[in-house]
């Protein structure tokens, strides 16, 4: 009985150091008597005991990597200090292990160092306005050396970059009087626009009373118009119905006349009736009708020989 319960210890002891589970997203690196065998990939894998042994777990997943505040100095000799983030991850399990003997802290002290290669390039202004430049330039150089450790370097963010305490002061206040010089610029251009907008109604308000004047003035003109039109078109009509009276009196007058067959004296009579009409006016001059001439000679003759008798 104690011979099978040692059987019985040894075969689990035999089957824990020969059967291994391997998670997702993890790789087992398997030394066979101190040399590289194989790497061990998901699910279960058997081991031989005693001669094969698990050198290293490897986790293939991004990890980030939280480089610790350092001081750097910028080209115009200014001292600031930037805390960074790294992302990461293996590719190769084998070289990961193989070929660096701590990855975390190389990419750590690597980082540091072309940290502050970039940054001593650039002055204090370009670096607080350049940061996903740096980031760039950073993820590219780390990536470029992690590359032959079977490790990519994904992503590099700089979290924060601290200035000293009295380019803080200064840099608030420019920060506050940029503030104020844009809120003046804005206010002139308010006051400006408002002038404008001012001076924009004050001319359509005068165009429109322009306007309304000029159209008063037009219709007043029309209405003189079409009143002087009126008034000569009646004034007209009055005196071609005086004319057409006139002639229809002397047609009547002229009717009667030639009806009672008039000798010569009587036309002659009223010649010199008409003579008399036409003296009474205002004129100084008297127009006598040929006719009437006549008349007055045959006066002026009765008139000599009733001197003779």
Do not use: H
Not at 141 to 153: F, P, R, S, Y
Not at 283 to 296: H, S
């Amino acid at each position: 009985m104690g011979i099978v319960i040692i059987i019985l210890i040894i075969f689990a002891f035999v089957a824990y150091k020969s059967i291994k589970i391997v998670t997702q997203s993890e790789v087992l690196i398997i030394e066979r008597l101190g040399k590289y065998s194989r790497t061990a990939s998901a699910g279960m894998n058997i081991l031989v005991p005693f001669i094969e042994r698990i050198r290293a777990r490897v986790d293939l997943r991004e990890q980030t990597m939280d480089v610790q505040p350092q001081s750097v100095i910028t080209k115009d000799n200014v001292t600031i200090k930037i805390d960074t983030v790294v992302f990461y991850q293996i590719t190769e399990a084998k070289r990961a292990v193989y070929e660096i003997q701590n990855l975390t802290s190389s990419i750590r002290y690597l980082t540091q160092t072309t940290m502050r290669d970039i940054i001593g390039k650039m002055e204090l202004d370009t670096t607080l306005s350049s940061r996903d430049s740096i980031n760039a330039q950073l993820r590219q150089i780390l990536d470029e050396a992690t590359d032959k450790w079977g490790c990519k370097v994904t992503r590099v963010e700089i979290k924060d970059i601290d200035p000293p305490k009295d380019i803080r002061d200064s840099m608030e206040k420019q920060m506050n009087a940029e503030r104020n010089k844009r809120a003046v610029i804005l206010e002139a251009e308010g006051q400006r626009q408002s002038a404008i907008t001012i001076a924009e109604g004050e001319k359509e308000s005068k165009i429109l009373q322009a306007d309304a004047e000029r159209e008063s003035n037009i219709r007043r003109a029309e209405g003189d118009k079409q009143a002087r039109i009126l008034r000569a078109n009646g004034e007209a009509e009055a005196i071609r119905q005086i004319a057409e009276a006139k002639a229809r009196e002397v047609e009547l007058v002229y009717n009667a006349m030639k009806n009672a067959n008039p000798d010569e004296r009587i036309v002659q009579l009223k010649a010199l009736e008409s003579l008399e009409e036409v003296s009474r006016g205002p004129a100084n001059k008297v127009f006598i009708p040929f006719d009437a001439t006549k008349t007055l000679a045959s006066l002026g003759s009765m008139s000599e020989v009733y001197k003779q008798q």
